[in-house]
T-cell receptor, first 114, second 112 residues
Framework: DGGITQSPKYLFRKEGQNVTLSCEQN?????MYWYRQDPGQGLRLIYY???????QKGDIAEGYSVSREKKESFPLTVTSAQKNPTAFYLC?????????????FGPGTRLTVL | KQEVTQIPAALSVPEGENLVLNCSFT??????LQWFRQDPGKGLTSLLL?????REQTSGRLNASLDKSSGRSTLYIAASQPGDSATYLC???????????FGQGTRLTINP
């Protein structure tokens, strides 16, 4: 089956620790995205990548980092510099970047800082 | 500033009713408007996508409309069922932009 997988489903972090969220897609999509969702709010874009070895900051990139070494993978690291990291994180991919391309979403990772 | 607003934040109706969810957007450079469904603790599932040149799209009991002049989109759900209970989000795709702008969502509950 083609799709997007995210792992883990739940993640707990102590303050001061960095954690990495995994996102993998087998849709052969060039573009990938990371969004953050807080209760009662819409999704906000953290980072996006239009192609391998390239990525751009979104609206709320501070305290996060990404890499895009493979077309299939777009991991997100939540660093200790992120002041309020507890949230639901969603990864998406699309054939190309831009509004003309429909985005497909993964099942999400819920991160909780203890 | 690009904003997408969904009102109400929550809606509860009896099973069988027809209902309308509202979405308003401020950026006139709209490329498309997409409606998503999100079940609790899950990712987003795309329901309907309306191109800026279109006025509506239909899929089964769902009908989405787009009025660019007023900056509004509606999602009409006919003959609602308990399985329709979920959060519905709209997102505006903007010309020349790489991202979607999301509304806050409407949490819908259909009571048996």
């Amino acid at each position: 089956d083609g799709g997007i997988t995210q792992s883990p489903k739940y993640l707990f972090r102590k303050e001061g620790q960095n954690v990495t969220l995994s996102c993998e897609q087998n849709l052969n999509h060039d573009a990938m995205y990371w969004y953050r969702q807080d209760p009662g709010q819409g999704l906000r874009l953290i980072y996006y990548s239009q192609i391998v070895n390239d990525f751009q900051k979104g609206d709320i990139a501070e305290g996060y980092s990404v890499s895009r070494e493979k077309k299939e993978s777009f991991p997100l690291t939540v660093t200790s510099a992120q002041k309020n990291p507890t949230a639901f994180y969603l990864c998406a991919s699309s054939r190309g970047a831009g509004a003309a391309n429909v985005q497909f979403f993964g099942p999400g990772t819920r991160l909780t800082v203890l | 500033k690009q904003e997408v607003t969904q009102i109400p934040a929550a809606l509860s109706v009896p099973e069988g009713e027809n209902l309308v969810l509202n979405c308003s957007f401020t950026d006139s450079a709209i490329y498309n408007l997409q409606w998503f469904r999100q079940d609790p603790g899950k990712g987003l599932t795309s329901l309907l996508l309306i191109q800026s040149s279109q006025r509506e799209q239909t899929s089964g009991r769902l009908n989405a409309s787009l009025d660019k002049s007023s900056g509004r989109s509606t999602l009409y759900i006919a003959a609602s069922q308990p399985g329709d209970s979920a959060t519905y989000l709209c997102a505006e795709g903007i010309q020349g932009a790489q991202k979607l702008v999301f509304g806050q969502g409407t949490r819908l509950t259909i009571n048996p």
